[in-house]
């Protein structure tokens, strides 16, 4: 199995995990053609093209944008999103990077918000802050709820029925910004179109408000830093419960290696051995016996949850 699919089956195999009742679609951008169409019949993926043909025609089309060469699949995880919550009328999708490998039952993206910052309208997107504090989310680490649209505007039709306001106005502004082609939308694709549409300032009663409500990274982390210092609890979950560092519990770890821009498994699993695997989380980095035992029950915890024995032991020849 190449890298990236062995990355992204930890991804997948980490959230059914601590998500049992919820279904799991999960996809890659092979399925979806072009030219990188080789998907393995032995992994968990399921067929998307099938699924989500308007995605599919829509992913093609825009291939032949001559700025998209820069940024090509970032933004078809929203699409796909977006179309789901359309055609089989989800109530709210959250969206996960292969990169991720989930810690915990992700509570904050599951309850309900009647009403946060307006008393006029429900939660459109629930966000977490990526590293690059330039964005206004991470687009890895994201859920979006969904209802059923009554409003007019830009990009709304009355007959689309349930939709994502957030994931239409994303898509929307992405095609706009892939038109223009500036630099920064070429390079940041999906992250800088997210982030136009969530940093307008704009009243509840504009057709394209969007009702954003951010969960607070510090004491819940869905996106830790590289010096996280957290390990296994009593209820099997990872936190640090001696206030040594401001995360209090982990619920996703996001890799953020710059994985994406590998053009082969070598490199991934390299960068992976080299560089992540030596971060607090996995190394103790000192002859401290506590500190690595404590590692070593983080590095059972993740090769667990992802059902990967040998995630720590990369070998260039898979």
Not at 68 to 93: Q, T
Not at 165 to 193: C, N, Y
């Amino acid at each position: 199995m190449s890298a990236f699919l062995r990355i992204g089956t930890w991804a997948a195999n980490s959230f059914k995990y601590f998500h049992p009742d919820i279904e799991l679609i999960s996809g890659t951008f092979w399925e979806l053609g072009g030219a990188y169409n080789n998907l393995r019949a032995d992994t968990p993926f399921k067929n998307l093209k099938a699924r989500c043909p308007d995605t599919y025609n829509w992913h093609c089309d825009t291939l032949k944008h001559p700025h998209r060469v820069w940024n090509p699949y970032g933004i078809s995880k929203f699409k796909i999103a977006e179309e789901l919550i359309r055609l089989e009328k989800f109530d709210k999708i959250i969206v996960l990077g292969a990169d991720t490998i989930t810690c915990a039952r992700l509570t904050h993206f599951l309850q309900d918000y009647a009403c946060f910052n307006c008393g006029h309208t429900d939660v459109d997107v629930i966000t977490t802050p990526d590293m690059n504090p330039r964005f206004s989310a991470n687009p890895d680490v994201i859920c979006f709820n969904a209802r059923v649209e009554k409003r007019k505007g830009r990009f709304f039709r009355k007959e689309e029925g349930r939709i994502s306001p957030a994931l239409t106005l994303t898509i929307a502004q992405w095609e706009h910004d892939f038109k223009v082609g500036g630099r920064e939308e070429t390079a940041f694709g999906e992250m800088w179109s997210l982030t136009k549409v969530l940093d307008q300032d704009l009243k509840h009663t504009h057709p394209d408000y969007v009702n954003r409500l951010p969960i607070d990274n510090t004491r819940y982390s869905y996106n830790a830093n590289k010096g996280v210092d957290v390990w296994v609890g009593k209820d099997f979950e990872l936190i640090n419960d001696l206030g040594t560092n401001p995360v209090r519990k982990l619920y996703v770890y996001h890799i953020q290696s710059g994985l994406g821009t590998k053009t082969s498994s070598s490199q991934i699993y390299d960068k992976l051995l080299e560089d992540t695997w030596l971060n607090p989380i996995f190394n103790s980095g000192s002859h401290n016996r506590a500190r690595f035992e404590q590692r070593k029950e983080n590095r059972k915890f993740f090769k667990i949850v992802t059902g990967d024995n040998d995630m720590f032991k990369l070998s260039k020849r898979h």
